[in-house]
């Protein structure tokens, strides 16, 4: 971003300021990680488990209080685990959706898929533990770790024995040598 025209930079500032004012305008404020998405509700000062309607499906969610329309209603963008998923009220006066997403290396741009998106690409990711990924995707990470060690090495042991020729070697020119 340090190489953008100040008309750029001013296009991508009103397209920041456009997405903060589209979520703001949503009747839900979320946020995200890559294993989970929380959604916030508001409701009614009071409200309490009984009173409110909540559907969660894999690839769609419900809320509302019971006998009217729903607040937020639609499908999701992804899959979640019904599994990982779950609601909860806070202070009587906001219901919060925790849901858990099937591909936990995606970030969702918008949490209903008829509601305004998001720069994907704008989000810095929070720094993970290998201990917090699933038992796949740490297993995947656990292998491109070693691999990159082993290459790591291997370019090593290659430096080590093109700079022990140079020393056997000092009539030879080594100046055009390239490392692969």
Not at 63 to 72: N, R, S
Not at 93 to 115: A, S
Request: proline share 6%.
């Amino acid at each position: 971003m340090a190489d953008q025209t100040p008309e750029q930079k001013v296009q991508n500032e009103a397209a920041r300021q456009r997405e903060q004012e589209e979520q703001a305008a949503l009747p839900y404020q979320w946020r995200q990680t890559l294993a989970d998405v929380d959604v916030d509700v508001p409701i009614p000062k009071g409200t309490r488990g009984k009173f409110v309607n909540v559907v969660i499906e894999k690839q769609r969610i419900s809320v509302g209080l019971k006998g009217q329309e729903p607040i937020i209603e639609g499908s999701l963008p992804h899959e979640i685990k019904l599994e990982e998923s779950t609601w909860t009220i806070e202070d009587q006066c906001l219901l919060t959706l925790h849901l858990g997403k099937v591909n936990k290396v995606q970030w969702w741009p918008h949490v209903l898929t008829h509601h305004p998106v998001i720069d994907v690409q704008a989000i810095a990711p929070e720094n993970s533990k290998l201990s917090d990924l699933d038992g796949e995707t740490r297993a995947m990470v656990e292998k491109m770790m070693f691999e990159q060690r082993q290459k790591q090495g291997e370019e090593a042991k290659k430096r080590e024995v093109l700079e022990r020729f140079k020393r056997e070697h000092p009539e030879m020119d080594f100046s055009q040598v390239e490392m692969e």
